[in-house]
Nanobody, 124 residues
Framework: QVQLVESGGGLVQAGGSLRLSCAAS????????MGWFRQAPGKERESVAR???????????DYADSVKGRFTIFRDNAKNTVYLQMNSLKPEDTAVYYC??????????????WGQGTQVTVSS
C-alpha cells in the first residue's frame, strides 16, 4: 500500500510562512518525481512545484511562475518525505494543496499517488 500523508496546512496572514510535509510509505521515491499541486475553489488544479530526480543525488526543481522565489521544494530521502516551504504568502495562494509522487517515464512524471490534500488559507 502506497500512502502519502500531508501535514502543515493552516491559516496564515499575508506575508507569513508555512511548511507543508508529505510523508510517503509503501514505496521509496528517492529516484522518482515528487510534486505539489494546488486547487482553489472553482479553479483547475495546477502544478506548484516539482522535484525530479536527475541522477545520483541531484534533483531538478521547477516552480510555477506565481510562486517562484517564494516557495521551495526539498526532500529528506531518509524519511521518504518531501516538503514545500512557503514564504511571503499571498491571499491568492489560498487553495487545497496536494502532494503527488510517481515514477519518471522519460521526461514525463507519472504522478500515480496522491495525498489527501491540506487546506492553506492566507488572509489579507
Amino acid at each position: 500500500q502506497v500512502q502519502l500523508v500531508e501535514s502543515g496546512g493552516g491559516l496564515v496572514q499575508a506575508g507569513g510562512s508555512l511548511r507543508l510535509s508529505c510523508a510517503a510509505s509503501g514505496r521509496t521515491f528517492s529516484r522518482d518525481s515528487m510534486g505539489w499541486f494546488r486547487q482553489a475553489p472553482g479553479k483547475e488544479r495546477e502544478s506548484v512545484a516539482r522535484s525530479r530526480w536527475s541522477g545520483g543525488s541531484v534533483y531538478y526543481a521547477d516552480y510555477a511562475d506565481s510562486v517562484k522565489g517564494r516557495f521551495t521544494i526539498f526532500r529528506d530521502n531518509a524519511k521518504n518525505t518531501v516538503y514545500l516551504q512557503m514564504n511571503s504568502l499571498k491571499p491568492e495562494d489560498t487553495a487545497v494543496y496536494y502532494c503527488a509522487a510517481g515514477r519518471q517515464d522519460g521526461t514525463a512524471d507519472m504522478f500515480d499517488y496522491w495525498g489527501q490534500g491540506t487546506q492553506v488559507t492566507v488572509s489579507s
